[in-house]
C-alpha cells in the first residue's frame, strides 16, 4: 500500500474510531491504531484542528450512546 493510501486509511479508521463511542478523544485513538501498527498515526494527527475535529466526534457519539 502506498503511503498516501496508508494515511487515508489511518484517517478513515481515526473517524470510525471516532464515531463509534469507544474512545474519549484523540490520543486513546492515536494510542489504538499504533497498536494495530500503524505507527505513523502520531504524525498523521499531529495537527490541532485535526485533534480538535476528533475530539468532538468522539464527544458527540458518547453523548449520543448515553455516555
Do not use: F, P, T
Not at 474512545?23 to 480538535?52: F, S
Not at 466526534?57 to 449520543?64: G, N, T
Amino acid at each position: 500500500m502506498r503511503k498516501k493510501e496508508r494515511a487515508e486509511l489511518i484517517d478513515r479508521l481515526a473517524d470510525e474510531m471516532a464515531r463509534s463511542g469507544e474512545y474519549a478523544d484523540w490520543m486513546e485513538i492515536e494510542v489504538a491504531l499504533r497498536h494495530q501498527g500503524y505507527r505513523e498515526a502520531r504524525q498523521l494527527l499531529d495537527d490541532r484542528y485535526r485533534r480538535n475535529e476528533l475530539d468532538g466526534m468522539c464527544r458527540q457519539a458518547r453523548l449520543k450512546n448515553g455516555g
